[in-house]
T-cell receptor, first 112, second 118 residues
């Protein structure tokens, strides 16, 4: 069964450093998402991406965040200058024309 | 506002019993709801969905009920098994139309931890 994959599974970085989280969505999907989950809290929407552009973003997704689909398979989330409060699980998701989103296993980001 | 919530943080049931997990939502215009299961260290896993033109939908051992009058959603799991132990989230599609497609933004509730006792 096709699945969304994410790398790395765990990323540790120092405050102020840039990080890139990578995702490979399901191959025939057209809509891509990033969500985050702070430990013990609910999953929060960050951004949606369709047709090579951001279609919607949340208040969390400020100028420090960017997304890119550099080729036909990868979808990345970049945080330019990480803050302590960026520590969370980051989930990538994708879907086709239905509403059902498939989530990856997540990347745990730890900012020290 | 954007608010989807669950009534109980933890639900403990005996193996073989039925489980009912509840969720309240605030946006009466919402037209699509999903239940996700999240096991420890994993991403959310789709369980079942329902559109607002339905009151009930059944899957394998799971049933989702939607009461639009009181803006309430529930997930029923029949004959709960140890493998059902996880955190369960309700989510609401609050995407906006961009051209002819919906952005698909999901708003999640807080989550209910289901513990199944053997």
């Amino acid at each position: 069964e096709p699945e969304v994959t994410q790398t790395p599974s765990h990323q540790v970085t120092q405050m102020g450093q840039e990080v890139i989280l990578r995702c490979v969505p399901i191959s025939n999907h057209l809509y891509f998402y990033w969500y985050r989950q702070i430990l013990g809290q609910k999953v929060e929407f960050l951004v949606s991406f369709y047709n090579n552009e951001i279609s919607e973003k949340s208040e969390i997704f400020d100028d420090q965040f960017s997304v890119e689909r550099p080729d036909g398979s990868n979808f990345t989330l970049k945080i330019r200058s990480t803050k302590l409060e960026d520590s969370a699980m980051y989930f990538c998701a994708s879907r086709d024309t239905s509403y059902e989103q498939y989530f990856g296993p997540g990347t745990r980001l730890t900012v020290t | 506002g954007e608010s989807v919530g669950l009534h109980l943080p933890t639900l403990s049931v005996q193996e073989g019993d039925n489980s009912i997990i509840n969720c309240a939502y605030s946006n009466s215009a919402s037209d699509y709801f999903i239940w996700y299961k999240q096991e420890s260290g994993k991403g959310p896993q789709f369980i079942i969905d329902i559109r607002s033109n339905m009151d009930k939908r059944q899957g394998q051992r799971v049933t989702v009920l939607l009461n639009k009058t009181v803006k309430h959603l529930s997930l029923q799991i029949a004959a709960t098994q140890p493998g059902d132990s996880a955190v369960y989230f309700c989510a609401e599609n609050r995407g906006v139309l961009m051209g002819s497609s919906n952005t698909g933004k999901l708003i999640f509730g807080q989550g209910t931890t289901l513990q199944v006792k053997p």
